[in-house]
């Protein structure tokens, strides 16, 4: 079931408007989810429209900022 204001990507656009406030912000982001450069930006602008499992990992990031700390502390950890 999509969400409402999916079909256009409003739903979308607004959650990466919400959470990158920084431009820094956004290449953090991007790295530690394997995003390409700069499609953080793209998603921004509206040219691309995210898909809802991204939407979802954004909305996430927005309540709560210290997430991006454990998913950056679990790439660092060695593979056991």
């Known amino acids: ?10 739903l979308g656009c607004s959650m990466v408007r919400a959470v990158l406030t920084d431009p820094k912000d956004a290449d953090r982001i991007e790295r530690l989810l394997g995003l390409s450069r700069g ?3 793209r998603l921004r602008t509206g040219r691309k429209i995210p898909s809802e499992p991204l939407v979802a990992i954004l909305a996430l990031i927005h309540q709560q900022p210290s997430v991006l700390k454990r998913v950056e502390a679990m790439w660092e950890r060695p593979a056991a």
């Open 39 to 41: 499609y953080l930006s």
């Open 1 to 10: 079931m999509a969400l409402p204001g999916w079909s256009d990507g409003r």
